[in-house]
C-alpha cells in the first residue's frame, strides 16, 4: 500500500534562506509524486511532479524536488524563501494502478521570518 | 490546465440538513475525485466518479451519507447528508489532466455545520 510521510510539521525559516521540506513515501508499484502548495483560505495549486522522467524536477516560484528511489525520498528545496512563501506544502503520491487516486501526505506549515 | 469551477465557496448549515456541492470543468474528463480536508488536516479522497456508473467510495465513506451524481464528463455533485458538525470541513473536487500533467483542485466548499 503506497503511504507518504511529511518529517516535519512546521518548518521556519528567514527570508533568503534556503528551504528544505522532506517528504518519504512508500509504494509497492512506479509512483508519481507531487508537491502542492495551500495559501491560507486558497485552493491547491501544484508546484511539481514527477513521472518517471528526470528524477530532478523543477517546479515554479523557484522550488525543486529530487526523487531518490533508494532513499524513497522526495524532499522539496528552494535556495532562497520569500515571505509569500509562507503557507502549507503538502506531498502526494499516486500510483498507476490506484485510478488516479491520490495519497496525500499531513503537510508541512512554513513559516518565512523577516 | 483544466479549470474547476466549484461552488458554493462556502456555507454555515444546520445540522440534519444536507447540502449540494458543484463542480464544473472546463473540458471533458473521465474521473473526478472528492476530497475532504477536516480543520487542521490533509486531505482524503471520499470517492471517485465516473460518468455513467456509481461512484467508488473509499473506506469509512458511504453513499448514502455522501450521494455524487456525475451526469456527464464535464460536472458532478456531491451531497453531504443529514449533516453534523463533525461534517465542518473543506470539500473539494479535483480532475486528472492525463499522467504527465499532475491534477487539478477546486477552490474549495468550506463547510460549517451549526
Known amino acids: 500500500a503506497q503511504s507518504v510521510t511529511q518529517l516535519d510539521s512546521h518548518v521556519s525559516v528567514s527570508e533568503g534562506t534556503p528551504v528544505l521540506l522532506r517528504c518519504n513515501y512508500s509504494?509497492?508499484?512506479?509512483?508519481?509524486l507531487f508537491w502542492y502548495v495551500q495559501h491560507p483560505n486558497k485552493g491547491l495549486q501544484l508546484l511539481l511532479k514527477?513521472?518517471?522522467?528526470?528524477?530532478l524536477v523543477k517546479g515554479i516560484n523557484g522550488f525543486e524536488a529530487e526523487f531518490k528511489k533508494s532513499e524513497t525520498s522526495f524532499h522539496l528545496t528552494k535556495p532562497s524563501a520569500h515571505m509569500s512563501d509562507a503557507a502549507e506544502y503538502f506531498c502526494?503520491?499516486?500510483?498507476?494502478?490506484?485510478?488516479?487516486?491520490?495519497?496525500f501526505g499531513q503537510g508541512t506549515e512554513l513559516s518565512v521570518k523577516p | 490546465s483544466a479549470v474547476i469551477s466549484q461552488k458554493p465557496s462556502r456555507d454555515i448549515c444546520q445540522r440534519g440538513t444536507s447540502l449540494t456541492i458543484q463542480c464544473q470543468v472546463d473540458?471533458?474528463?473521465?474521473?473526478m475525485f472528492w476530497y475532504r480536508q477536516q480543520p487542521g488536516q490533509s486531505l482524503t479522497l471520499i470517492a471517485t466518479?465516473?460518468?455513467?456508473?456509481?461512484?467508488?467510495?473509499e473506506s469509512g465513506f458511504v453513499i448514502d451519507k455522501f450521494p455524487i451524481s456525475r451526469p456527464n464528463l464535464t460536472f458532478s455533485t456531491l451531497t453531504v447528508s443529514n449533516m453534523s458538525p463533525e461534517d465542518s470541513s473543506i470539500y473539494l473536487c479535483?480532475?486528472?489532466?492525463?499522467?504527465?500533467?499532475?491534477?487539478?483542485f477546486g477552490s474549495g466548499t468550506r463547510l460549517t455545520v451549526v
Open positions: 466518479a465516473n460518468q455513467g456508473s456509481e461512484a467508488t467510495y
Open positions: 479535483s480532475v486528472e489532466r492525463g499522467r504527465d500533467r499532475g491534477y487539478t
Open positions: 473540458s471533458q474528463v473521465t474521473m
Open positions: 509504494s509497492s508499484y512506479s509512483p508519481s
Open positions: 514527477y513521472t518517471s522522467a528526470a528524477t
Open positions: 502526494v503520491v499516486s500510483e498507476d494502478n490506484q485510478g488516479g487516486k491520490l495519497i
